[in-house]
């Protein structure tokens, strides 16, 4: 058994048999496939679970984190929208996934997932047929990576039809983040020693459109906003205020709403989904962002690329980003300044045209 350099998940999203995709990471950072785990669910297909979110096929989840790995990369996560349930599998050094366990999400279409140590959150988007009510709910992880829904943990948002895109835990655990699509809001909930949460605070959004959330280990908040086509940054206060340090840095493009950072805090990427770029930001010392350059996920002459989901590797030399309209996955070098070279575009029969969601790297 040989170890890799490192691994890149996908899901499909199928509405029939959901299953998540493995590829293997060569010495630069170039994929080729491992193999694809059902996760004993289903997903949504190109189905949007709201009418009311903006993605259409390219994007039904409307959320950032479908898919997450543990902090030890032990253990991958993924929801079933299609099933409203919960699946944990098992990693070993090669990249491969064992199912562990398949389980209800405490609520209707699952579309984002944190994880804190021991403890898993999912925000649920809610339906139709329960007056879509939002909601988030909590589930301690097992040491085999099964999971156990927490009583009482069940948390509603600030209003029934808030539409979660994106729930993350501060760096230390102690608050979870949740962005509200629907209502430019950004609820933040405290954690306690039992893993419920306790009061809800409220606050308003800098921009419209709070969609993906991303924490550098500083505790500065990033995050991007699908109406104004932005990214703010902000500190958490111990109340649950945020606080904004930069306000709606705009990158320019159309359908900016995904956002990761490289680990050393110096760099973060947006996926603008309806001009087929990224943009690079710098993170300065003190918080404040710069936009820096945009670059097309797929190259030019080819048809255009709708970046959705992305993620650094651990070695921050590697940026992924999902295609969500031709079922690829674009590979860049990151340079030393943070600018992006492309590698490579990697089409697999595995990964629908249309649906799929989630990207997860290590």
């Not at 994929?31 to 669910?41: E, F, P, R, V, W």
């Not at 102690?174 to 609820?187: A, D, G, P």
């Not at 309806?274 to 710069?290: C, F, H, K, M, V």
């Not at 651990?314 to 996955?329: A, E, H």
């Amino acid at each position: 058994m040989s170890t890799t350099l490192g691994t890149v998940y996908v899901m499909t999203n199928s509405r029939i048999n959901n299953e998540v995709v493995a590829f293997s990471r060569g010495p630069d950072g170039t994929l080729s496939l491992i193999d694809a785990y059902k996760t004993g669910g289903h997903g949504t297909g190109t189905r949007r679970v709201s009418p009311e979110t903006p993605g259409g096929a390219v994007d039904p989840l409307a959320s950032q984190g479908s898919i997450v790995l543990s902090d030890y990369k032990r253990f991958l996560f993924a929801v079933n929208a299609g099933s409203n349930s919960i699946s944990s599998f098992r990693r070993d050094v090669t990249g491969e996934l064992t199912l562990v366990d398949e389980v209800p999400s405490g609520g209707l279409q699952p579309n984002s997932l944190a994880v804190h140590e021991r403890l898993l959150y999912v925000s649920n988007a809610g339906s139709d047929t329960n007056g879509s009510d939002s909601n988030i709910t909590g589930f301690r992880i097992g040491p085999r990576g099964e999971l156990e829904m927490i009583p009482n943990s069940e948390r509603s948002l600030s209003t029934p039809n808030a539409h979660p895109a994106s729930v993350v835990f501060t760096p230390d655990g102690s608050q979870l983040v949740v962005s509200e699509l629907t209502t430019n809001r950004l609820s933040v909930f405290d954690v306690k020693p039992d893993g419920t949460v306790s009061r809800r605070t409220v606050n308003r959004s800098n921009g419209a459109g709070p969609f993906g959330s991303y924490f550098l280990p500083s505790g500065l908040l990033l995050n991007s906003e699908a109406g104004t086509n932005a990214l703010s940054s902000y500190t958490v206060s111990l109340d649950g205020t945020l606080n904004v340090i930069s306000g709606s840095v705009e990158s320019g493009q159309m359908a900016t709403c995904w956002v990761v950072a490289t680990r050393n805090g110096r760099y973060a990427y947006t996926s603008n989904t309806g001009s087929g770029t990224i943009s690079l930001y710098s993170i300065n010392t003190d918080g404040t962002l710069e936009l820096g350059e945009n670059i097309p996920s797929t190259p030019e002459g080819s048809p255009m690329g709708a970046p959705i989901d992305s993620g650094v590797s651990r070695d921050q030399r590697n940026f992924y980003v999902l295609n969500g309209n031709q079922g690829s996955i674009s590979v860049f070098k990151i340079n030393s300044g943070g600018q992006l070279i492309r590698l490579q575009v990697i089409d697999s029969e595995e990964i629908p045209n249309l649906g799929a969601q989630g990207l997860a790297v290590i």
